[in-house]
């Protein structure tokens, strides 16, 4: 599977963009499929995921209420629409896919990440 992730950019605090994740390769749908994101000087950080069934998502507590996670197997994408961003939200953002069980810290395949700025 390659991931390939777009739709960082510079918003102002309070605004909203959406990262969109395209995954190549066999069998997407049965992937779950998680946000990272990287701030600079920082550890990458979990920030959410999305099962390969029935759309069960999981948020980080820092964005939980802000950002949405959704994907569409027909089109083998995945979605993360952030609103109300911070200055706190900036980072690199990565999608990555697991074919482990839900609530695995273990993810087989990265995007190569998409930059995210939120001024002040």
């Known amino acids: 599977v390659q991931l390939q992730a777009s739709g960082g950019g510079l918003v102002q605090a309070g605004g909203s963009l959406r990262l969109s994740c395209a995954a190549s390769?066999?069998?997407?749908?049965?992937?779950?499929m998680g946000w990272f994101r990287q701030a600079p000087g920082k550890e990458r950080e979990f920030v959410g995921r999305?099962?390969?069934?029935?759309?069960?998502?999981y948020y980080t507590d820092s964005v939980k209420g802000r950002f949405t996670i959704s994907r569409d197997n027909l089109k083998n994408t995945v979605y993360l629409q952030m609103n109300s961003l911070k200055p706190e939200d900036t980072a690199v953002y990565y999608c990555a896919a697991s074919s482990r069980a839900w609530g695995t810290d273990d993810y087989d395949y990265w995007g190569q990440g998409t930059l995210v700025t939120v001024s002040s």
């Open positions: 390769g066999r069998a997407f749908s049965t992937y779950i």
């Open positions: 999305i099962s390969w069934y029935r759309d069960r998502t």
